[in-house]
């Protein structure tokens, strides 16, 4: 009892070590999969900008000698780039309504206001939240793969009147095919629960444990590794983390009288990763750093493999009831 409630508390604590990766300047836990895609069709000069997390957010870079006004949702002046960096302007509607809990835009605040400028970063790229990279999919409800319609970002540079503009896709949801790993997990519990000889269950624990580890970490990395729009010292760190623990949980298993509790909490990190992951084998485009087929692999065996080896760990650490009644035949005998 005392080394299953250690599995427990240290599996809720290595799960706690690996939250969700959070953008540093969106400030919102990013997407692990989205069903529409944006993407830039018009940049003007000087400028570079990417999509971030399907069509969340945009991340713009400006030449130092350039002055770029962003203007908000209201027409108001939102983000200014300069020689000196980026600035909000904290007098703007938009500033309210991005922030990570969004607030009511206060009276008075419209998009005459004098702008009360605020800096960011001595750097020349921010990322922000944009709505209007998904305002064509508020107009338009097909099904499956489809163009939506156009998206504009209003600027004006160096004093003139530009934009960046682009187009919004949908895609279809992800085949219900990438939740095999759960289905057959679902027929095999069934004889997993009987399994009896020590041996046997050792070699199923250990086969288990092993895809559990590969596939959970693959997933990990494939997320943490995903730039957005480059990859940050934070992902980095990160990276570094997800990779100790894996040696960490490995060295646990690898010792005979504590592998059912090294099974268990192997079992409970692979299960919450899969389940933390799991919009990747519903949605149509895979946010991560590997391939679309490979994530979703590794997710839901991940899954998959997590909660078989919590049975199988499980029965490892029970006594043998079948050899239990023998010996009390021998007794009687």
Same mark, same amino acid.
């Given at each position: 009892?005392?080394?299953?409630?250690?599995?427990?508390?240290?599996?809720?604590?290595?799960?706690?070590?690996?939250?969700?990766?959070?953008?540093?300047?969106?400030?919102?836990?990013?997407?692990?999969?989205?069903?529409?895609?944006?993407?830039?069709?018009?940049?003007?000069?000087?400028?570079?900008?990417?999509?971030?997390?399907?069509?969340?957010?945009?991340?713009?870079?400006?030449?130092?000698?350039?002055?770029?006004?962003?203007?908000?949702?209201?027409?108001?002046?939102?983000?200014?780039?300069?020689?000196?960096?980026?600035?909000?302007?904290?007098?703007?509607?938009?500033?309210?309504?991005?922030?990570?809990?969004?607030?009511?835009?206060?009276?008075?605040?419209?998009?005459?206001?004098?702008?009360?400028?605020?800096?960011?970063?001595?750097?020349?790229?921010?990322?922000?939240?944009?709505?209007?990279?998904?305002?064509?999919?508020?107009?338009?409800?097909?099904?499956?793969?489809?163009?939506?319609?156009?998206?504009?970002?209003?600027?004006?540079?160096?004093?003139?009147?530009?934009?960046?503009?682009?187009?919004?896709?949908?895609?279809?949801?992800?085949?219900?095919?990438?939740?095999?790993?759960?289905?057959?997990?679902?027929?095999?519990?069934?004889?997993?629960?009987?399994?009896?000889?020590?041996?046997?269950?050792?070699?199923?624990?250990?086969?288990?444990? =092993? *895809?559990? +580890?590969? %596939?959970?970490?693959?997933?990990?990395?494939?997320?943490?590794?995903? !730039?957005? @729009?480059?990859? #940050?010292?934070?992902?980095?760190?990160?990276?570094?983390?997800?990779?100790?623990?894996?040696?960490?949980?490995?060295?646990?298993?690898?010792?005979?009288?504590?592998?059912?509790?090294?099974?268990?909490?192997?079992?409970?990190?692979?299960?919450?990763?899969?389940?933390?992951?799991?919009?990747?084998?519903?949605?149509?485009?895979?946010?991560?750093?590997?391939?679309?087929?490979?994530?979703?692999?590794?997710? =839901? *065996?991940? +899954?998959? %493999?997590?909660?078989?080896?919590?049975?199988?760990?499980?029965?490892? !650490?029970? @006594?043998?009831? #079948?050899?239990?009644?023998?010996?009390?035949?021998?007794?009687?005998?």
């Amino acid at each position: 009892m005392a080394r299953a409630g250690f599995a427990l508390a240290t599996a809720l604590f290595v799960a706690a070590l690996l939250p969700a990766t959070a953008s540093a300047h969106v400030g919102r836990t990013p997407p692990a999969a989205t069903d529409y895609l944006a993407r830039v069709t018009f940049l003007p000069p000087g400028l570079e900008a990417r999509i971030v997390d399907g069509d969340q957010a945009i991340w713009m870079r400006a030449k130092p000698s350039l002055t770029v006004i962003v203007t908000g949702l209201r027409g108001e002046p939102y983000l200014r780039f300069s020689s000196a960096g980026v600035a909000v302007n904290t007098r703007s509607a938009t500033w309210f309504i991005n922030r990570v809990h969004p607030q009511v835009v206060p009276r008075g605040v419209t998009a005459t206001t004098a702008p009360q400028w605020k800096v960011l970063t001595s750097h020349h790229s921010w990322t922000w939240p944009d709505g209007r990279l998904h305002t064509p999919a508020l107009s338009a409800h097909p099904s499956g793969n489809a163009y939506l319609g156009r998206w504009v970002v209003p600027l004006v540079a160096d004093g003139r009147g530009t934009a960046i503009r682009g187009e919004l896709w949908q895609s279809a949801s992800a085949s219900l095919l990438w939740f095999w790993p759960l289905l057959l997990v679902a027929a095999c519990i069934p004889a997993l629960l009987k399994l009896h000889e020590a041996r046997l269950q050792t070699q199923v624990g250990v086969a288990l444990a =092993g *895809l559990a +580890l590969v %596939a959970a970490t693959v997933a990990r990395l494939g997320r943490e590794l995903y !730039g957005r @729009p480059t990859v #940050s010292s934070w992902q980095l760190v990160l990276v570094g983390t997800t990779c100790l623990v894996a040696v960490a949980l490995a060295a646990i298993y690898s010792r005979p009288d504590w592998r059912p509790v090294g099974g268990i909490l192997i079992g409970i990190v692979a299960t919450a990763q899969g389940l933390e992951l799991v919009s990747t084998l519903r949605d149509g485009w895979v946010l991560a750093a590997v391939p679309a087929w490979l994530e979703r692999s590794a997710t =839901g *065996l991940s +899954l998959a %493999a997590g909660v078989a080896l919590i049975v199988v760990s499980l029965g490892l !650490g029970l @006594p043998d009831r #079948s050899r239990e009644a023998d010996t009390e035949l021998l007794t009687q005998r």
